[in-house]
């Protein structure tokens, strides 16, 4: 009998778990030397000036955007196909979120509505490099630097994608998660990397009580602090990426030429990206022959795990409809909810586990 085919797994190895070991007999777990290793060797990878190691991926965004000292009411443009913390951390701050709505092939953030959900009170922009790849910089870039508006990258989901060559979280502020579903792991953790140097000083400000050196606080701070642990296991993890990188990209190509159904679109990679593959994300389109949902409980069934990232726009969220986003209509994110499903593609799949897949959907008969 088959193994399940999980939808994510993490790739801890013996190297990983001396790294951490070695921490824990040193007794120096908090921030510290392994912390700021990682910060170092995670800037030189994306050749972003600055690192700054958090507690975990949210706490990026919420400090990317604490940092910029917006004020209540400012408005923040986000996507609204994205995971929920794309938009709640604006809310942290007392802002007013506005989604804008995705491309239906790439489902990034569509500049052209960008442009029309953009008032006098819009402040900042966050965009999503979703699923592994990254949005269209250039025009989003532009917009916002013709109109003074601030531009983070919510690079979660994109370790090591690049756009015309540069890497995903070098062109702005950009935040990155270590949760151990991601393409890399600190088994929680954040990055948050920038090239400016005045976002640096206050970042590193807020995240450890507002002190610049033993028990001088100049400012509001938090403890947002990465752990020694989790730094020795990203410093392992980064060495790895590439390789975790290049196994990603090759089972995708892999279920691109393989995956023959009527009704099923693979992933569409727009020109001049490196998609990464955090999730391979096919669309059952109207003229499948039967339901995601049916689909899902096929393969589940078969022992191959998928999932559904995400199934509602942000604004449809329970939450989001209390706080009143009972009007907001992106139809392109509301079609794309309904049609999105994940498949494995992580690195632990074997060459038998690629071909079971491919196989497996392809014999699916409603």
Known sequence: MRDFIPIAKPIIGDEEIAAVGAVLRSGMLA???EVKQFEDGFAGYLGAKYAIAVNNGTVALDLAVKALGLKPGDEVITPAFTFIATANCALYQGLTPVF???????????????????????????????????????????ICEDRGIHLIEDCAQAHGAEYKGKKAGSF????????????MTTGEGGMITTNDDSMEQRLRLLRSHGDTGKYNHVSLGYNYRMMNIQGALGLVQLQRLEEF???????????????????????RRADGVRHVYHQYVVRVEDDFASSREKLMEF????????????PKAVYEQPFYRKLGYTNVRCPVAEDVSRRVMSLPVHPSLSQDDLQYIAETINSFEA
């Open 172 to 183: 702005a502020t950009g935040c990155f998660s270590f949760y151990p579903t991601k393409n």
């Open 100 to 142: 804008a709505d995705v491309d239906p092939r790439t489902f990034n953030i569509d500049p052209d509505d960008l442009q029309e959900k953009i008032t006098p009170r819009t402040r900042a922009v966050i965009g999503v490099h979703l699923y592994g790849q990254p949005f269209d910089l250039s025009a989003v870039q532009q």
């Open 245 to 267: 990188t290049a196994k990603r990209i090759k089972n995708a190509e892999f279920l691109d030429k393989n995956i023959k159904v009527k009704g099923i679109t693979t992933p």
């Open 31 to 33: 921030q510290g030397k």
């Open 299 to 310: 393969l589940q069934a078969r022992g191959i795990g998928s999932a559904v990232h995400y």
